[in-house]
């Protein structure tokens, strides 16, 4: 079929033209890569670069894109720089953080104010370290890419640790420059951080960067040294920002360019588009969108299954898991249960009395120091959901259904995080209980009800990814709390 732009579209393909730099927010389901795509073919005389999220959506990309356009993710534009020097260290085996710290020299305990430190702590620190600094737009290694830790609140506390951590992790950063063998493992995010101190040049005359809103600070300082000698076109959508833990930030918010939108989605009808209104304005977003008439999406609450379940957490995942699995349903976990497995086993160790190594886990010495710490600490409140999961199932049956777990392709229905489940989109699906609502505050109303807190904006983004997945049939059951909440929209969202 031919391509019929909109009328956002055409506005688009006029700002290109132009050669000046543009930000487009592309709402969900609007046709982002397709109008990439058009653009690109408008122009077929200028060459340019389109830098894509991951490596399935750059392949795509590439059968689609006229041949005048370089369709690669930053990742593989930096093994072809200089990643592909170290590709004998990509290759090598695991070795447990602890390990590459023994060999780093973190070998002994170490106490910084009340919390005592085992070795395997500390060397995940400094790993984690270089990690962060790997992430970041800076040119030097310094004490505040070390992570925090829980339990180490007090700032001098943390300086202390930094101050210990700090000389480990420059001494792995140096370790991961010797292509030919060394202690830790090789990542691909290290030779992206090489290449990008190179302040590498990218050629062409104009370079399309993909899911702008998620770009972590290396690939933004990557693309921006860019702006003098190439028109830069960012694409993406601020209210699915939603990596922003991990070091992710939104480039389009304060990106010098012409500022235009995409927000007619073709993907669900006009009631769905209501709904993920709703959310848009919660999260504060530049946009509204509208959905295609012709496509007959229905929201409401519906018995039987749906064909995703999308969660807000790992641990709801896994208490639908457990649930789909016990009523003998195919399921399926996207991205695999290897997270969950390593947690279950955690807690399997501190329950027999052993020590973890888990990241999140390894600071408790004991299961009961855990649930103490869950269940009467604020800073430890995200982990009695966890708890509770295990106190109720125990770990080894969280285990057994991690085993039992199907690919999607045999699965009857599949279940995700909201997080894993960006990008894609399926006919039906149904919201879980995990999204739960905001707390009450220490205000009440003038019947005498507390007040619940407002909607974090960044919960309201997560959930604005939730309810866009679905095509025909949107059960939001889970999130069915807004419609009593202070903070809902009078009006539908239009």
Not at 55 to 72: E, G
Not at 185 to 194: A, I, V
Not at 445 to 470: K, M, N, S
Not at 477 to 494: E, F, R, V, Y
Request: charged share 20%.
């Amino acid at each position: 079929m031919p391509f019929s732009p909109t009328d956002e579209q055409a506005a688009a393909l006029e700002a290109f033209r132009s050669g000046g730099h543009l930000a487009i927010q592309a709402g969900a389901g609007t046709g982002k890569t397709s109008t990439l795509e058009f653009l690109a073919a408008q122009m077929p005389r200028r060459r340019g670069r389109y830098v894509a999220f991951n490596r399935a959506i750059a392949v795509d990309a590439s059968a689609r894109f006229p041949s005048s356009v370089q369709c690669k993710t930053a990742h593989s534009l930096a093994y072809a720089a200089l990643g592909h020097l170290y590709r004998g260290r990509l290759n090598s085996p695991r070795r447990p953080g602890w390990r590459i710290g023994q060999d780093l020299g973190l070998s002994t305990p170490a106490q910084i104010g009340r919390v005592g430190l085992m070795p395997a702590t500390l060397s995940n620190a400094a790993l984690r370290t270089v990690t962060r600094f790997c992430q970041s737009a800076d040119a030097e290694l310094g004490h505040h890419h070390v992570p925090h830790l829980r339990g180490i609140d007090d700032p001098d506390d943390h300086a202390e640790l930094a101050e210990l951590i700090l000389p480990y992790a420059l001494k792995a950063w140096a370790d991961l420059h010797d292509p030919h063998g060394g202690t830790g493992r090789f990542e691909h995010d290290h030779y992206l951080k090489m290449w990008a101190l190179t302040e590498p040049v990218l050629p062409g005359d104009f370079l399309l960067l993909d899911e702008a809103q998620d770009t972590n600070p290396v690939l933004e300082q990557i693309v921006l040294a860019q702006s003098e000698r190439t028109q830069i076109v960012m694409v993406g959508d601020s209210a699915q920002a939603i990596y922003g833990w991990r070091g992710a930030r939104d480039v389009m918010a304060r990106f010098d360019g012409q500022h235009l939108t995409l927000t007619r989605s073709f993907r669900f009808g006009p009631a769905l588009a209501v709904e993920a209104n709703r959310w848009l304005t919660l999260a504060g977003a530049p946009i509204r969108l509208t959905g295609t008439p012709g496509i007959p999406t229905t929201v409401g609450s519906r018995a039987g299954r749906a064909d995703v379940v999308l969660c807000r957490t790992n641990i709801g995942a896994m208490t639908e898991v457990l649930t789909l699995i016990a009523s003998g349903a195919a399921t399926d976990l996207v991205g695999g249960g290897d997270s969950l497995r390593a947690l279950a086993s955690a807690a399997r160790d501190l329950i027999q009395g052993r020590r973890t190594h888990h990241p999140e886990l390894v600071l408790f010495t004991t299961w009961n120091a855990l649930r103490d710490y869950a269940e009467h600490d604020p800073a430890g409140s995200d982990l009695q959901p966890f708890a509770n999961l295990i106190d109720e199932h125990g770990p080894d049956a969280i285990l057994q259904a991690v085993d039992r777990l199907v690919p999607e392709t045999a699965a009857e229905i599949t279940v995700s995080t909201a997080h894993k489940a960006k990008g894609r989109e399926w006919p039906q699906v149904r919201i879980a209980p995990d999204f739960t609502p905001p707390a009450d505050s220490d205000e009440v109303d003038a019947q005498g009800h507390p007040i619940p807190r407002p909607v974090d904006e960044a919960e309201a983004r997560l959930a604005y990814v939730a309810v866009t997945r679905a095509r025909h049939h949107l059960d939001p059951t889970g999130l069915d709390w807004i419609s009593q909440h202070p903070d809902n929209p009078a009006c539908g969202g239009t």
